[in-house]
């Protein structure tokens, strides 16, 4: 089933105006899981003093302000989001400069009146469901020789952080998440990352995957971080399930956790990041 774009990117606009404030004080702004290789992408696009760089996606600008850093007073930096709440905190997160811009964009629908050397893009490509259209407008938006650095998160299995959580919802509600929507791992292994990239004309192209632990604490933590960061509509699907149902969903998930459970009771999840390089 095709799921209609423009319903999808308003869905997922209005998830992430939401969400946005709890994802910025639980990951982005201290570094928290994903964000543990937030600088390994940073070091592979090979940021220099003077660069342009669009972070595109930038949401609540945690890649943004560790690159506009990196280019100093000379450089020029833009984040751009479709989350009007995200580049509020990207904005006061990162305070005001002179060589620092916030715009409001779609990734699909953008063209800039000048290039850039870089363009990095972290844990977003998936969320476009037209993703050729937005590496298209990337690749338009470089200088030739630019380069692109992208991070995706792994295939669902080297990532049970969300799975164990994503596999046993989606059998108590198989619409959880709307029919169609683009899979959260669909780059998430590396042919497929890399055939989407190769297909819009990028040449030297690198993938680089590594794997971190996390540990949310004790299952009982994790499951109740799960529901208090989830967005309204998700959360609305799991008070519509019932009580019981939601019982045996909650144990439906703590079965996942085993292997990942150490003695003390404490879950340590590997994390598994692809980050890919790419020239123009
Ligand atoms: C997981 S967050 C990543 C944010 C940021 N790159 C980071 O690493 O903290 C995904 C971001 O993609 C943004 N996004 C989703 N679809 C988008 C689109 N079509 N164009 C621009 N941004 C989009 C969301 O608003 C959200 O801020």
């Not at 629908?109 to 990095?120: A, G, I, L, N, R």
């Amino acid at each position: 089933m095709k799921i209609n774009h423009i319903e999808y990117k308003q869905r997922n606009m209005k998830i992430w105006n939401e969400i946005a404030p709890r994802y910025h004080k639980r990951w982005a702004s201290i570094n928290q899981g994903p964000f543990q290789s937030t600088s390994k992408l940073v070091e592979l696009v090979n940021v220099s003093k003077g660069n342009t760089v669009l972070d595109l996606a930038c949401g609540t600008g945690v890649v943004t302000k560790k690159i506009c850093n990196m280019v100093g007073k000379s450089g020029y930096v833009v984040g751009a989001d479709t989350s009007i709440i995200a580049l509020k905190i990207a904005k006061k997160w990162n305070e005001s400069k002179s060589n620092l811009n916030f715009i409001n964009i779609d990734a699909e629908k953008f063209t800039f009146s000048y290039e850039f050397d870089v363009v990095t893009c972290q844990y977003a490509l998936f969320f476009f469901p037209n993703a050729q259209k937005a590496l298209k407008n990337i690749k338009n938006s470089l200088k030739k020789k630019g380069t692109l650095g992208i991070s995706v998160h792994g295939h669902k299995n080297k990532v049970p952080f969300f799975s164990n959580i994503s596999d046993a919802i989606t059998k108590f509600i198989p619409d959880y998440v709307p029919p169609g929507s683009p899979n959260m791992d669909r780059f998430g292994i590396k042919s497929a990352l890399y055939n989407e990239v190769r297909k819009v004309g990028f040449s030297k192209i690198s993938i680089k995957d590594f794997t971190f632990n996390y540990s949310p604490g004790k299952f009982e933590e994790y499951w109740l971080n799960y529901l208090k960061y989830i967005p309204k509509p998700l959360k609305d699907k799991l008070q519509l399930l019932g009580s019981i149902k939601r019982k045996e969903l909650r144990q439906a998930v703590k079965v996942n956790t085993i292997p990942y459970t150490k003695k003390n009771g404490v879950i340590v999840f590997p994390w598994q990041v692809l980050i890919l390089t790419a020239k123009k």
